[in-house]
């Protein structure tokens, strides 16, 4: 039997080696943690070992259905997506004195940013890196972007689809314009789609890459419509419509919910009853669209909806209130078609960089 030192002395040993064990583990950590800090940027590293992302913000040119909206603050910040906090002023386009107005944001190559600047002297496309450097022009084009910046869709081979106010066009990676013989991408288009020439208002792809746009014109034309992945130039292109709830229901933004499968439409009105987001059922291989849900009826929650994003990872709803009198940002999930506030206060409050919200992305 060991006696009482030999245990005394075992229990010494045992508690330095959890000691010297637990050091080396933290060791191991801290120099795991240099490399990576050292091989990755900043936010690379915060989206691969943190997974930290932010919500980014554009404040500019928004489209809020008739809704009287506050006069952009023409920048792009970003939020924390998790708790709705400040964290940044990514840029400052009132610093370049030219009138610029963001009208949409997307991710683009690397951790660069494609942003559709509308300014009736020179609509153009930026690209600038997240953290607001090495701002540049990407492309312009007088004869394309001639009406009201609405929309931006960038496609997987890193084309780009432009909705304007009058048309969806086209640009190939090479930032040659696409066109349907000597008309835009998708224009003036016929059969149930027709007539949806006036205000295009917001434009996303479904995952095959057929086009889905929202078109928010005085009824009957207040419609969501589906066109081909190949653009329009016949009227077998035209897929599928989608009257508004209301006749004076003017869709604004329209996204598609991956993890439900959900089509998702905001409305916003000078009629109050009539600010209301709508959820569908839509067929991914005919475009159809079915089984109209309101999922959101309370105006006093949202009302002059400028713009919608959806987190595809985690399933939550971003919705962008243009109206003057709110101008913040509510967050929802969704259930069986139908939204539930996140939160008894707005996710983003009012402020400064929070008027006319034009775009919404979500990236590291």
């Not at 960038?154 to 009058?166: F, G, M, P, W």
């Not at 006036?198 to 792809?205: A, D, K, Q, R």
Request: charged fraction near 15%; hydrophobic fraction near 45%; include cysteine.
């Amino acid at each position: 039997m060991a006696s009482e030192i030999q245990i005394k002395i075992q229990r010494i040993v045992r508690g330095f080696c959890a000691v010297l064990s637990t050091s080396i583990v933290i060791a191991s950590l801290s120099l795991l943690t240099a490399a990576c800090s050292e091989t990755l940027s900043g936010e690379e590293f915060n989206s691969a070992v943190l997974n930290k992302k932010y919500l980014y913000v554009a404040s500019g040119a928004c489209y809020s259905g008739g809704v009287a909206a506050s006069t952009g603050s023409a920048t792009i910040a970003k939020y924390d997506l998790t708790t709705g906090a400040l964290a940044d002023l990514v840029i400052d386009y009132n610093a370049f004195g030219l009138g610029d107005m963001p009208a949409a944001i997307k991710s683009f190559v690397g951790d660069q940013f494609l942003i559709g600047i509308e300014n009736a002297g020179g609509r153009r496309l930026d690209v600038v890196a997240r953290d607001g450097t090495g701002l540049t022009t990407y492309l312009t084009n007088a004869t394309a972007l001639n009406a009201a910046f609405r929309d931006l869709v960038v496609l997987s081979d890193s084309s780009i689809l432009v909705a304007k106010a009058t048309a969806i066009e086209k640009f190939a990676p090479s930032r040659a314009r696409v066109t349907q013989g000597a008309n835009p991408f998708v224009n003036a288009p016929a059969a149930p789609c027709a007539t949806s020439t006036t205000v295009m208002s917001s434009t996303i792809t479904l995952p095959d890459g057929k086009i889905v746009y929202a078109h928010a014109a005085a009824s009957p034309n207040n419609k969501i419509g589906v066109i081909s992945a190949s653009g329009y130039a016949a009227a077998a292109n035209c897929l599928a419509t989608q009257a508004a709830p209301a006749t004076t229901a003017l869709p604004t933004a329209v996204a598609y919910h991956q993890l439900s499968g959900k089509l998702l439409a905001t409305y916003a009105s000078t009629t109050s009853a009539s600010n209301v987001v709508y959820s569908y059922d839509i067929d991914l291989a005919t475009g159809a669209i079915s089984n109209p849900i309101e999922a959101w009826p309370d105006f006093a929650i949202v009302y002059g909806a400028s713009e919608m994003i959806v987190d595809q990872e985690t399933g939550f709803i971003y919705i962008a209130n243009g109206a003057a009198t709110y101008n913040n940002i509510e967050k929802f999930s969704i259930s069986n078609g139908v939204l539930t506030k996140i939160g008894t206060t707005p996710f983003i409050n009012t402020g400064i960089y929070t008027r006319c919200i034009a775009g919404l992305e979500i990236a590291p």
